[in-house]
């Protein structure tokens, strides 16, 4: 795109034949079209095998299809007014979009930032865990979604009574992990510590029959995308 805004300011108040937009617009929109394809392919492709990153690279090529839409416009307004400067201006306000959209997309792949479709995801597996609450699951903390080019990888801490043994924290884990897969599908990767859980806990805690339990239990937290990411053991406000 550098190469784009310097022929841009370059060609600023130059005359220019456009014989070469029709040939540029064809091209721009073979590329939305595929894109578009593609992407739509993806999504499906990735609902149906339940993969998050599938799902996630098909909305990026249908996102990408909307701005070459907006470019092809640009370029088809040019071409019908014949007004060379617009030419110029389009050219370097799709310059700077490219560039910007090509810097977002490097960087959530690189830097693993979480987007939109994977809130998403996280806010439905959120409300699956909660229909599917156990006892024994005292609260989950911590939560971190990280992206790896195409590989996601779900870090967590779950709060579990202090005294289970190593066998059973991990059977806990198992089960989580297992409700969190009908989400994500089978390409997450899943990393799941166990915590023991604290005195405060027993106040959101609703294990019948604890042999540890310090304070009757009061109310449930529900988790929600918040909580679930919080950096501590979920706990009732004190006021
Ligand atoms: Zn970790
Ligand atoms: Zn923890
Ligand atoms: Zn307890």
Not at 30 to 43: D, P, Q, R
Not at 119 to 128: D, G, I, T, W, Y
Not at 139 to 144: F, G, P, S, Y
């Amino acid at each position: 795109s550098g190469l784009i805004l310097y022929e841009s300011i370059h060609y600023l108040g130059v005359p220019r034949t456009l014989h070469q937009l029709d040939f540029g617009i064809a091209l721009i929109g073979v590329t939305a079209l595929l894109n578009f394809i593609m992407g739509s392919v993806c999504v499906r492709a990735g609902r149906k095998s339940n993969s998050l990153a599938l799902v996630a690279s098909g909305k990026h090529l249908i996102s990408d299809t909307w701005s070459t839409l907006g470019i092809i416009a640009g370029l088809v307004l040019i071409a019908l007014t014949g007004i060379q400067w617009i030419d110029s201006i389009v050219a370097m306000v799709f310059g700077v979009i490219i560039f910007v959209t090509g810097y977002k997309i490097l960087r959530s792949s690189l830097a693993g930032i979480m987007d939109e479709s994977d809130r998403e995801l996280l806010a439905k597996m959120v409300s699956r865990l909660n229909q599917h609450r156990e006892e024994n699951w005292i609260d989950l903390h911590n939560t971190r979604i990280i992206k790896f080019g195409s590989v996601l990888h779900l870090d967590a801490h779950l709060t579990v009574p202090w005294y289970l043994n190593v066998h059973e924290a991990h059977n806990e884990i198992d089960r989580l992990a297992g409700r969190v897969r009908e989400e994500f599908g089978e390409t997450l990767e899943l990393y799941v510590h166990s915590d023991g859980c604290l005195d405060f806990s027993c106040k959101i805690c609703s294990k019948s029959g604890c042999p540890a339990r310090q304070s009757p239990f009061e109310k449930r937290i529900e988790w929600t995308v918040q909580n679930i990411s919080q950096n501590q053991k979920h706990r009732i406000s004190t006021p």
